[in-house]
């Protein structure tokens, strides 16, 4: 097949290009071309999405057995990209996100017909309309599309845990290393899956093309569910820690001090979560996760380990958490007092 991937050089992206060049389809990528990765066999198309008529001129002549867009976050994205691909490409698919489905759950067990609704988290809302525009292009136009909602995905270049930064993701593990307190939401016993980019990848490219999944929405993820305190004991691990200094505090009080983490947290991660993950498996019996999170991380810290100028430290976040630490401690502190203990 003919494909083209808008990103495809990203976290979650990347594992999925390196696939479908595997599989011997003809894929190209558009983007900047600032992310300084190159994936073999693929061509490149240079432009800035956001620049909708350089990107026309860039894909000008040119049609699509599948189109994928990794970079749309509003419905007035998918509004271009219907611009850009009506009538041009046989398969579309919008990525989503899983942080779209109901929160909090009513049912831990969740399944593409799990509602979506999320009050708490702006980006997750803003995927919902996407995948409401979406729908009414396949109604309207018979647009051929497909919803993918990634759940919590990663690769070698991010290390994910319900409290670090995103953008520079070393910073937990550098304060593993230096002994400093790590923050887990809740008591750490909610449940939570993590999925490798190139196990997600082989649900994603398998779908392309696919002509029964038009119309239809898929989460694709691990099946290997854990706690939180599974997930950071085995980045511990990962980081050659053996004695992690981690501090339990709930949500609630870590999006009181520290309002920006109210989607991410009680809008996605602080929730127990078990993704069903039947009907992708149908649709792509080749589909299942293989990759342990456990070993899957080690990867990730040895790629940060191998260069020290992969080793970015998020120094306001840092700031962030010694602040909410502090506040945590005094709270202790008064409570003992109150109860005399
Ligand atoms: N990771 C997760 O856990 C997760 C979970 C749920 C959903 N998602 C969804 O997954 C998608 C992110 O995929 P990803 O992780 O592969 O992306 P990513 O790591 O954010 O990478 C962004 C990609 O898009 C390109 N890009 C960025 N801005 C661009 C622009 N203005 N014009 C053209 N290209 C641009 C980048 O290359 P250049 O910088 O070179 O342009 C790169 O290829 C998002 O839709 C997100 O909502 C992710």
Known sequence: MRILF???????????????????HELFLLNRGR???????????????HDEAATAAALAGRTWDAVVNFLAFTPADIERDLRL?????????????ASAYQRPLAHYLVTESTPLVNPFWDYSRAKIACEDRVLRALREEAFPATIVRPSLTFGDTQIPLAVNSWLRSYTAVDRLRRGVPVIIPGDGSSLWTI???SDFAVGLVGLLGHQQAIGHAFHISSDEVLTWNQCYEAVAAAAGVAAPK???????????????AIGSL??????SIVLDNSKIKRFVPEFGAKI??????????????????????DDEANANWDRLLSAYESGLAAARLVFGR
């Open 6 to 24: 808008i990103g495809g050089t990203g976290i979650i992206s990347t594992a999925s290009s390196e696939l479908a060049v595997a599989r011997g």
């Open 266 to 271: 009680i809008g996605d991660k602080s929730t």
């Open 35 to 49: 992310h300084g990765v190159t994936i073999p066999g693929a061509q490149s198309i240079i432009a800035d999405l």
């Open 292 to 313: 342990r999170f456990r070993d899957g991380v080690a990867r990730t810290v040895a790629w940060f380990d191998a260069d020290p100028a992969r080793r970015l430290i």
């Open 195 to 197: 999925t490798h980019n």
């Open 85 to 97: 691909f009506r009538g041009r490409t046989a398969h579309y698919v919008f990525i989503s996100s």
């Open 246 to 260: 981690f501090v339990h505090i709930a949500s609630d009080f870590i999006a009181a001090c520290l309002p920006d």
